[in-house]
């Protein structure tokens, strides 16, 4: 069994309607309010946020996902206001959407997952998102896919939208979808950015919520743009069974990996829209004495501006590198480890070849590259974590955003 890409998004999977307009939220008039419905009830998981200070639509929908018996019948979002840091009031104002939306779905509120995305400590324009519901409702479309990936967008330069079709041979096909944005504010850990998953599928939620954890891990879990855990940012998977095809443990791991090459584009695309970002950078560690450690000091070196300020002036510091994951907190040995640009060994067993320098140089030129880093500590553990580099935009960018 495998998959291809197919067009479509979040709507790709039979079964699902979207849409994305402008209610009033963005001065700038661009869409700000998104919404996904199932036509019937979905087997729904979530993932969210490692940060303590979370947003007031993240609490409502971790309190659906524990009482509406793992069901869900739409996804509501706001862009242009975080509805964050904003107390009692924040907190009603997240159930109302939840109220309204179930009300114009013809659902329980439980049954409704809310999100935002924007500014920190601002409180919605409820009066524009009451008028904007039943506008949303009465756009809904089966190829709304698009319009809804626009919707979720702040600082993202393009949207984030892919879905794929399985075919299982004996049990016939499913699709999964997907849309996500993403720019600022990025290293999940899960999570920080809006990702939606959607299948028509036959999965019960405790297998969907264990196949969400494991393609999340390598995904939306191993991208960093600035190495910022946000208040707000979630991912959820919805599967109405529409197709037939039910996900037994026989059809499990083609299904995970449905999900993951799904996730897998769509993270990638939010490190590619980074803020300001012109190069897409897959840092390998590899070496390592175990699994915590790779990820550890991949993590490191993903994050570290030293190493993301001299990728974006092409300058191949294979130093700033080794300080990065010597002091990573992972075992390193300096005498076994290695550095490689590309295909170009630099630092191997305590031996600089600057002689090399120039080609790398050249190689750093590009917009998709590869950085490895051996720790030496004689471990077969490895990992990848995608990030980009940081450009003087990324700066202005965050200096100027509540202005």
Not at 34 to 43: F, G, H, N, Q, R
Not at 47 to 63: D, H, W
Not at 202 to 219: D, F, G, I, K, N
Not at 381 to 403: G, Q
């Amino acid at each position: 069994m495998s998959n291809h890409g197919i067009e479509g998004g979040v709507t790709a999977p039979s079964g699902f309607r979207a849409s994305g307009l402008h209610c009033g939220i963005k001065a700038s008039g661009k869409p700000d309010l998104s919404l996904i419905v199932s036509d019937t009830p979905a087997a729904s998981a979530g993932l969210f946020t490692i940060n303590l200070a979370k947003a007031a639509p993240l609490y409502l929908c971790e309190n659906h996902l524990k009482t509406n018996g793992g069901y869900v019948r739409a996804i509501l979002t706001n862009s242009g206001c975080a509805n964050a840091c904003t107390g009692p009031q924040g907190e009603a104002d997240a159930r109302e959407m939840a109220e309204l939306t179930a009300a114009a779905v013809g659902c329980h509120r439980e049954d409704v997952l809310v999100a935002s995305t924007g500014v920190i400590g601002v409180n919605l324009k409820m009066d524009v998102i009451r008028a904007g519901i039943p506008m949303a409702v009465k756009a809904l479309d089966a190829k709304g896919g698009a319009a809804a990936a626009r919707a979720i967008m702040t600082t993202d330069p393009f949207p984030k939208e892919y879905a794929v079709e399985v075919d299982t041979r004996m049990f016939g096909s499913f699709r999964v979808g997907g849309m996500a944005k993403g720019s600022g504010m990025i290293e999940p850990r899960m999570a920080t950015m809006l990702g939606y998953l959607t299948t028509d599928a036959v999965v019960e939620p405790r297998m969907l919520s264990r196949a969400l954890a494991e393609a999340a891990r390598y995904t939306f879990n191993a991208i960093t743009v600035d190495g910022e855990p946000s208040t707000n940012d979630c991912v959820f998977a919805l599967a109405n069974g529409a197709s037939g095809v039910s996900i037994s443990e026989h059809l499990y791991p083609a299904f995970v990996d449905a999900l993951r090459a799904v996730a897998h584009e769509l993270a990638l695309g939010i490190v590619r829209g980074g803020e300001g970002a012109t190069k897409l950078i897959a840092i390998t560690v590899s070496g390592a004495a175990s699994d915590a450690d790779a990820w550890m000091a991949a993590r490191a070196i993903a994050n570290s501006p030293l190493v993301k300020t001299a990728v974006h002036g092409g300058d191949p510091n294979w130093g700033r590198l080794i300080a990065a994951a010597g002091r990573s907190g992972a075992k390193f040995v300096l005498n076994g480890a290695r550095v490689q640009i590309g295909s170009l060994v630099l630092f191997e067993n305590g031996r600089p070849f600057d002689e090399l320098a120039p080609k790398a140089a050249e190689y750093l030129t590009g917009k998709d590259l590869a950085i490895a880093v051996d720790l030496g500590a004689g471990g077969s553990h490895r990992a990848t974590v995608w990030t980009c580099d940081l450009s003087a935009e990324y700066v202005k960018i965050n200096a100027e955003y509540r202005t």
